[in-house]
């Protein structure tokens, strides 16, 4: 008999799932002028499963027979996933309503998304990390084509439905190797069968591989990039941003995870190909970025960009001391990262008219007179994108650069250091045209997505200021991850 | 040689004939046609190797629901799908050589593992593996977890569907 224990631990996915359906039933009596109630109601199940997911922190064990885990890590990342998915829903209120898009059916499937990512922060178990992943990409795709029939909608939704169905095979098929080699799927299970010398050591570096190439697509490190830039600009501005965000969020911990509890054996051959990912990630995003004048197209190379930044950190992961230090500055790049991504892209939905396709950088000329709050945000997110001191920028690649020199990665420390110094061109660009050059930008009616940008820029100054105890915070939730 | 290896050889043989008509053949519905007829030498493989639940359940999915859709999604789209065009892609060689290569790779690494030269053990015939697999699936220390998620998977994908697949310019 399943135990109240195992229902407890999972107390946050099983809150919003339910709550999701209930949205899927309720939507039916709201009449297609009131759909507001439906965002307000999901905002609502968000905020539950926030508080379920709070009470739990500091509290671990695993339940279902060790299918998923609550630990420290999963307990953050599902926080950072529950406030990810508010903010997509304040950002969707009057971008939806502007677009004449507003569906119930939106905020369900993102609630769905949102669940699977926050059992696959959890997954202690190849075949939960394969059904979250699933979990989490469905809804995803639909969510990508939901202007259809809008052409550029629907290419973002099919391209990201065939890349992904593609890199969801992969994974799957590094799992058959992985299961082939230890004869088990769940965590434990393969840690004693390696420990104990049973395990075929090729099948299993195969399966590894396999493995991060799938989670390399979800998370958009080149080579597996293609998707993003096209998915992104096409793409609902709201799911956009959610998915620079939530998305890579959930495949780095999910790579984490398996990497850190399964592989560290292979990490000197590992090592290798994740330092090869991580430089080209960084190269690649930030010099393509320099050429793009659509702004969603830019913030998606830059989101390649940063994942690069991310996996820097990992390179040294086989040494148990510098793995805990990668991934805290992981959990806190992140964190930094959500604050900058969404204010920019909150910015970019207050001014976007419906019907668009991504904000040229001109549209942003003169934003700064007029709009002295939006220009500030903007100004913010630009500078933290680019790591300059008083935001968290600075502090997230602080601690990811520190990580990495410990870990002796001088060469790749250089590369991000100097790729930083590119990213600086484009980023400045922006804030160039907001507040150098004369234009009449227009506010979009409703302020939901002006004050997403102010609270995220406020967010990004103001834990600037105490960058150590919010970086000892993340390091102390995931001293008992394992 | 025994009866049951020849008769393996002989559906081995004949799955993979359907399976090579399925994309050679120049018509969408003789494809269709052999597509059912590799569907039917793996469910003959499946109660070869003692699993009666999968080869009923491989007759009554794919060929019983799943060819019949794609028979309906030929006929419904006939008009798109001409067959004068050529067979093959200009670099069909370059791939052909590219798969083989994969294929004697993978089999040369599986080779090297023990479970490549293992003897199926017979399944004990007094257990009925049909009630193993139903309660495994809702045990919750079994599969429970993965069971529901999978359902909530597929609500998610019907929903989505059904999105997809609406009338968009009506309303």
Redesign the interface.
């Known amino acids: 008999m399943p135990t109240v224990n195992d229902f407890l631990l999972i107390l946050p996915e099983v809150v919003l799932l339910i709550w999701a359906l209930l949205i899927l039933l309720i939507d039916l009596w709201i009449p297609d002028t009131k759909k507001y109630y439906t965002a307000v109601l999901s905002a609502a199940g968000l905020v539950i499963s926030a508080g379920c997911a709070f009470a739990l922190l500091g509290r671990t064990g695993s339940a279902f027979s060790n299918m998923v885990v609550l630990d420290g890590f999963s307990s953050v990342l599902s926080i950072l996933f529950l406030l990810s998915g508010l903010a997509a829903v304040a950002l969707a209120y009057d971008y939806l309503k502007r677009n004449a898009a507003q569906r119930g059916e939106y905020y369900t499937l993102l609630l769905f998304s949102i669940a699977g990512m926050m059992l696959m922060a959890s997954a202690n178990d190849l075949i939960m990390v394969f059904l979250s992943l699933e979990l989490l990409s469905i809804p995803l795709y639909i969510l990508a084509g939901f202007f259809r029939p809008r052409l550029a909608s629907e290419e973002a939704a099919l391209k990201y439905f065939l890349l992904g169905a593609f890199s969801s095979a992969i994974l799957l098929f590094g799992i058959a190797w992985i299961y082939g080699s230890t004869g088990h799927t769940d965590f434990p299970g393969i840690v004693a069968s390696i420990d104990g010398g049973r395990a075929n050591y090729l099948l299993l570096l195969i399966g590894a591989g396999l493995l991060l190439v799938g989670f390399g697509f979800k998370i958009g490190v080149f080579p597996f990039h293609m998707w993003v830039p096209d998915t992104y600009q096409g793409s609902p501005s709201s799911i956009g941003a959610f998915m620079t965000v939530a998305t890579k969020a959930a495949g780095f911990a999910a790579l984490l995870r398996v990497f850190l509890v399964l592989f560290p054996a292979e990490a000197p051959i590992m090592a290798g190909i994740l330092w090869g990912l991580s430089a080209a990630s960084m190269i690649f995003g930030n010099t393509v970025a320099i050429a793009q004048m659509n702004m969603k197209r830019l913030l998606a190379y830059s989101s390649i960009a940063n994942a690069g930044y991310i996996l820097m950190a990992f390179v040294p992961y086989g040494n148990p001391v510098i793995a805990q230090e990668a991934v805290s500055s992981a959990l806190f790049y992140l964190l930094a990262y959500a604050l900058t991504s969404f204010g920019a892209w909150a910015v970019m939905i207050a001014l976007e008219p419906a019907e668009s396709d991504g904000l040229l950088l001109q549209d942003f000329s003169g934003l700064g007179r007029k709009y002295p709050w939006l220009g500030a945000a903007l100004l913010i997110s630009m500078l933290s994108f680019i790591g300059v001191p008083l935001t968290m920028g600075f502090w997230g690649k602080f601690y990811l650069f520190k990580t990495a020199v410990d870990g002796s990665q001088i060469p790749l420390v250089l590369i991000g250091l100097l790729t930083s110094l590119v990213s600086a061109y484009y980023y400045l660009r922006i804030v160039m045209f907001a507040y150098f050059k004369p234009g009449e930008p227009q506010i979009q009616p409703g302020r939901w997505a002006s004050v997403v940008a102010v609270i995220c820029a406020a967010g990004i100054f103001v834990l600037s200021f105490i960058p150590t105890p919010v970086f000892q915070f993340a390091a102390q939730m995931i001293m008992g991850m394992k | 040689m025994t009866a049951v290896q020849i008769v393996f050889l002989a559906v081995a043989a004949l799955t993979l004939a359907a399976a090579v008509m399925v994309v050679s053949l120049r018509r969408m519905m003789q494809s269709a046609l052999a597509l059912i007829l590799a569907l039917v030498g793996v469910a003959v493989i499946f109660a070869l190797l003692g699993s009666g639940f999968f080869a009923v359940s491989q007759v009554v999915v794919y060929i019983g629901a799943i060819a019949i859709l794609i028979i309906f999604a030929v006929m419904l789209t006939q008009n798109s799908m001409s067959p004068e065009h050529s067979q093959m892609n200009p670099g069909f060689l370059y791939a052909a050589l590219g798969s083989a290569l994969l294929f004697s790779s993978l089999v040369f ?2 080779s ?4 490549f030269y293992a003897i199926p053990v017979n399944l004990d015939p007094s257990v009925d593996t049909i009630t193993v697999l139903g309660l495994s699936l809702t045990d ?7 069971f529901e ?2 359902s ?2 597929l ?3 019907l ?2 569907g059904i ?2 697949a609406r009338d ?2 009506r309303d």
Do not use: C, N, S, T
């Open positions: 690494i599986l090297m593992w023990v479970g919750p220390q079994g599969f429970a977890l993965p998620i999978v909530v998977l609500l998610a994908a929903i989505g999105y997809i968009h310019h």
